[in-house]
């Protein structure tokens, strides 16, 4: 079943733009989000985001993505949202 996935127009750390699913509590207000579509993985999700915004990560909460050892690590949910845990 496919998803609704959304990116943050709002650059976070690293100006970074992130990818959520509906229905993530981080999931971005109304004014501040950019409807991607409706995709099968959070990886397709991502690659659609990244044609707007080349930085953009998956959520770590609702779009986890395995990285491989050679890529650059996602930061934590907490600093990619600007959130003070």
Same mark, same amino acid.
């Given at each position: 079943?496919?998803?609704? !996935?959304? *990116?943050?127009?709002? /650059?976070? !750390? $690293?100006?970074?733009?992130?990818?959520? /699913?509906y229905g993530?509590?981080? #999931?971005?207000? &109304?004014?501040? #989000?950019?409807? &991607?579509?409706?995709? !099968?993985t959070?990886?397709? /999700?991502?690659?659609?985001? #990244?044609? !707007?915004?080349?930085g /953009? +990560?998956g959520?770590? $909460?609702?779009?986890?993505?395995?990285?491989?050892?050679? +890529?650059? *690590?996602?930061?934590? *949910?907490?600093?990619k949202?600007? *959130?003070? &845990?």
């Open positions: 079943m496919a998803i609704y !996935y959304y *990116v943050n127009k709002q /650059a976070g !750390y $690293n100006d970074n733009h992130v990818v959520h /699913a993530c509590k981080y #999931r971005p207000s &109304l004014q501040d #989000r950019l409807f &991607l579509g409706s995709f !099968y959070p990886t397709a /999700a991502i690659q659609q985001a #990244r044609k !707007y915004y080349p /953009a +990560l959520c770590d $909460n609702c779009c986890p993505v395995t990285v491989k050892k050679n +890529l650059n *690590v996602q930061h934590s *949910v907490g600093l949202h600007m *959130v003070s &845990l």
